[in-house]
């Protein structure tokens, strides 16, 4: 509050103007600073990061590459404990004179250590209000593609999961493009593995119908993999290890105030190429899960635990609470429009009713051990969950993101980021909610569950965003005057401020400016007022952004990608400057004495 007229909560900034600049542009009077870098000391330990003489033991003790979620887990006074997911690596950022054909085994297993999580001790410095990473000896870690998980659920055990390393199918080594996620009530982070089919070589050489079927439903049909991992560990080889790929696509836990728990696998929240998941707990004390499958036509799911969760942070609370995520029933979503079809041309027209909006339900796929899908077992269900979907009528979406709950109204936001081939030739066309052919910007869809019951099984929902241009007829902001909104393409991850507005983060511009964090209210007048909060430096994506009062985190993913870079021809310098390589980074922006957006 500074005396200009009353605008809607939380939003009492100037917006940033789209730009091409090669660092974080934020409005006036907020700072921000990098809290940790690619390389950055997470171990007791650690070498100080040498770009020109990376190793991999180092590299597992420092943090990975391209972090995409985080979370903060409290931890006291101005302290949390801070997870970074890290989706994938680029060797070729990573590597002056690297050999895409001919990696050394070193680069690989550098690879393998930049992949996973980080757990870090954070701590804010009163004096300058900058977050800054501790080395905690007990609770920072590691998580990479060499660390040990616990298969759970209905599916742990099965003969699907069952390797020669594995013959019981309930222990795997690794998590892979770990992309969104969330932070539990009971104080865990959950975290979704996407584009885990680019890591496995071969599939293209199974011969088997069955297999062969469910392989290229997830995308696997290749000879060599990209990355060549399979030069240096058979079970990336899908003609050697062929069960080795069903065990990634899952949901993993991690417990970051219990550094010496074992990360889980989640089979009962099924396979597929998870962007994250959020829980909401719903009236009746029962967990849901939201998911969604970020892929072209893919679905969006939600998953309703069995058991009721059980409120405190006690040692036998938190127990039960962890295990909530292994038994109850997993959901596959079926939206329908109430526009006449023949409204939805694809050039994303408003419907005459004037609104993308309708119903929906909650199709049944699986509960425990019992199946509802004809010709699948439970088993199958779980661990070729999309090939269930594909029998029940589920809706073709464009690319669910981040899907999660508003803990002030109680709706359910989805970011659907885009889908270039709506209404290609062989492929679906326009419907009410994916009302745009080649969609290039992606939209924002909200629904209610039936009563504001969370595990109902039925819903209304409506578009929010159609996202582009504003000054285009195919763009919708809620019903706001678009003049006074910015631009936005490619909403990736979502998050919520204490007053419900809604922060997106994009991923991959597809108006040509660097990408960035908006926010939106969503009800009462000013619902659409889509306004920049900030954007990152050239070349990278915005994601993980957490909302919290008075600061505001955001993960610089993979900045300086852009055509032609490379180790050898950087082409930005964020955030070290002068001729540094780009660092992927976590930042932190903050107002001082003042909270976001006021
Ligand atoms: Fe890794 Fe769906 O973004
Ligand atoms: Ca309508
Ligand atoms: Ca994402
Ligand atoms: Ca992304």
């Given at each position: 509050?500074?005396?200009?007229?009353?605008?809607?909560?939380?939003?009492?900034?100037t917006?940033?103007?789209?730009?091409?600049?090669?660092?974080?542009?934020?409005?006036?009077?907020?700072?921000?600073?990098?809290?940790?870098r690619?390389g950055?000391?997470?171990?007791?330990?650690?070498?100080?990061?040498?770009?020109d003489?990376?190793?991999?033991?180092?590299?597992?003790?420092q943090f990975?590459?391209?972090n995409?979620?985080?979370?903060?887990?409290?931890?006291?006074?101005?302290?949390?404990?801070m997870?970074?997911?890290?989706?994938?690596?680029?060797?070729?950022?990573m590597?002056?004179?690297?050999?895409?054909?001919?990696?050394?085994?070193?680069?690989?297993?550098?690879?393998?250590?930049?992949?996973?999580?980080?757990?870090?001790?954070?701590?804010?410095?009163?004096?300058t209000?900058?977050?800054?990473p501790?080395?905690?000896?007990?609770?920072?870690?590691r998580?990479?593609?060499?660390?040990?998980?616990?298969?759970?659920?209905?599916?742990?055990?099965?003969?699907?999961?069952?390797?020669?390393?594995?013959?019981?199918?309930?222990?795997?080594?690794?998590?892979?493009?770990?992309c969104a996620g969330?932070?539990?009530p009971?104080?865990?982070?959950?975290?979704?593995?996407?584009?885990?089919?680019?890591?496995?070589?071969?599939?293209?050489?199974?011969?088997?119908?069955?297999?062969?079927?469910?392989?290229?439903?997830?995308?696997?049909?290749?000879?060599a993999?990209t990355?060549?991992?399979?030069?240096?560990?058979?079970r990336?080889?899908?003609?050697?290890?062929?069960?080795?790929?069903?065990?990634f696509g899952?949901?993993?836990?991690?417990?970051?105030?219990?550094?010496?728990?074992?990360?889980?696998?989640?089979?009962?929240?099924?396979?597929?190429k998870?962007?994250?998941?959020?829980?909401?707990?719903?009236?009746?004390?029962?967990?849901?899960?939201?998911?969604g499958?970020?892929?072209?036509?893919?679905?969006?799911?939600?998953?309703?635990?069995k058991?009721?969760?059980?409120?405190?942070?006690?040692?036998?609370?938190?127990?039960?609470n962890?295990?909530?995520?292994?038994?109850?029933?997993?959901?596959?979503a079926q939206?329908?429009?109430?526009?006449?079809a023949t409204?939805?041309?694809?050039?994303?027209?408003?419907?005459?009713?004037?609104?993308?909006?309708?119903?929906?339900?909650?199709?049944?796929?699986?509960?425990?051990?019992?199946?509802?899908?004809?010709?699948?077992?439970?088993?199958?269900?779980?661990v070729?969950?999309?090939l269930?979907a594909?029998?029940?009528?589920a809706?073709?979406?464009?690319?669910?993101?981040d899907?999660q709950?508003n803990?002030?109204n109680?709706?359910?936001?989805?970011?659907?980021?885009?889908?270039?081939?709506?209404?290609?030739?062989?492929k679906?066309?326009?419907?009410?909610?994916?009302?745009?052919?080649?969609?290039?910007?992606?939209?924002?869809?909200?629904w209610?569950?039936?009563?504001?019951?969370?595990?109902?099984?039925?819903?209304?929902?409506?578009?929010?965003?159609?996202?582009?241009?504003?000054?285009?007829?195919d763009?919708?902001?809620?019903?706001y005057?678009k003049?006074?909104?910015?631009?936005i393409?490619c909403?990736?991850?979502?998050?919520?401020?204490r007053?419900?507005?809604?922060w997106i983060?994009?991923?991959?511009?597809?108006?040509?400016?660097?990408?960035?964090?908006?926010?939106?209210?969503?009800?009462?007048?000013?619902?659409?007022y889509?306004?920049?909060?900030?954007?990152?430096p050239?070349?990278?994506?915005?994601?993980?952004p957490?909302?919290?009062?008075?600061?505001?985190?955001?993960?610089v993913?993979?900045?300086?990608?852009?055509?032609?870079?490379s180790a050898?021809?950087?082409?930005?310098?964020?955030?070290?400057?002068?001729?540094?390589?780009?660092?992927?980074?976590?930042a932190?922006?903050?107002?001082?004495?003042?909270?976001?957006?006021?």
């Amino acid at each position: 509050g500074n005396g200009r007229p009353r605008g809607p909560k939380g939003l009492d900034f100037t917006a940033v103007a789209p730009n091409r600049e090669d660092r974080i542009v934020t409005p006036e009077g907020y700072h921000n600073s990098v809290v940790i870098r690619w390389g950055d000391p997470v171990l007791p330990g650690a070498p100080a990061f040498d770009f020109d003489n990376q190793t991999a033991a180092a590299q597992a003790k420092q943090f990975g590459f391209n972090n995409d979620f985080c979370g903060l887990v409290p931890f006291g006074h101005d302290r949390w404990l801070m997870v970074s997911n890290h989706e994938y690596t680029t060797e070729s950022a990573m590597f002056k004179g690297f050999s895409q054909a001919n990696p050394t085994e070193e680069q690989v297993k550098i690879g393998w250590a930049a992949h996973g999580l980080s757990v870090v001790v954070v701590e804010r410095e009163r004096r300058t209000g900058k977050l800054l990473p501790k080395l905690d000896r007990r609770y920072n870690r590691r998580i990479t593609v060499t660390s040990e998980f616990e298969v759970d659920g209905p599916a742990a055990g099965s003969a699907f999961l069952r390797t020669s390393a594995d013959p019981t199918g309930r222990k795997v080594f690794g998590t892979l493009n770990n992309c969104a996620g969330g932070v539990t009530p009971w104080g865990t982070i959950l975290s979704g593995e996407e584009n885990f089919n680019q890591y496995f070589a071969n599939a293209g050489s199974v011969t088997d119908p069955v297999v062969k079927t469910r392989l290229t439903r997830y995308g696997l049909a290749g000879a060599a993999s990209t990355r060549k991992w399979e030069n240096f560990d058979r079970r990336f080889d899908v003609a050697k290890e062929p069960n080795e790929v069903n065990r990634f696509g899952w949901i993993v836990e991690v417990d970051p105030l219990e550094p010496g728990s074992k990360p889980v696998k989640h089979t009962a929240l099924g396979r597929f190429k998870h962007e994250g998941a959020t829980i909401q707990i719903a009236r009746n004390g029962k967990v849901v899960a939201y998911l969604g499958d970020d892929e072209r036509f893919d679905y969006v799911y939600k998953y309703v635990s069995k058991e009721r969760y059980r409120p405190g942070d006690s040692p036998a609370a938190r127990a039960h609470n962890k295990k909530l995520l292994s038994d109850g029933t997993l959901y596959v979503a079926q939206f329908t429009g109430d526009s006449p079809a023949t409204e939805f041309d694809g050039t994303g027209k408003l419907p005459t009713d004037g609104e993308f909006d309708g119903s929906g339900k909650w199709i049944p796929l699986a509960s425990g051990d019992k199946s509802f899908v004809d010709g699948f077992t439970a088993e199958e269900v779980y661990v070729f969950t999309r090939l269930a979907a594909d029998k029940v009528g589920a809706t073709k979406m464009d690319r669910p993101e981040d899907v999660q709950p508003n803990p002030v109204n109680g709706r359910i936001y989805a970011a659907l980021t885009n889908n270039t081939d709506r209404g290609k030739p062989g492929k679906e066309g326009p419907t009410e909610i994916n009302p745009r052919n080649g969609n290039k910007h992606g939209h924002i869809l909200e629904w209610e569950e039936s009563r504001g019951d969370h595990t109902a099984l039925t819903f209304s929902w409506k578009l929010l965003l159609v996202c582009g241009d504003p000054a285009t007829a195919d763009t919708y902001f809620g019903g706001y005057d678009k003049t006074q909104v910015s631009p936005i393409s490619c909403p990736d991850n979502v998050a919520f401020d204490r007053h419900g507005n809604l922060w997106i983060s994009t991923d991959g511009n597809a108006l040509g400016s660097n990408d960035g964090l908006f926010v939106v209210p969503v009800s009462g007048r000013y619902r659409g007022y889509l306004k920049q909060f900030l954007t990152v430096p050239l070349g990278a994506e915005t994601c993980g952004p957490v909302i919290e009062d008075d600061f505001i985190l955001v993960s610089v993913q993979h900045p300086g990608e852009l055509d032609g870079a490379s180790a050898d021809n950087p082409l930005t310098h964020w955030p070290d400057g002068g001729t540094a390589q780009p660092r992927p980074a976590v930042a932190a922006i903050w107002k001082s004495g003042c909270r976001i957006g006021e």
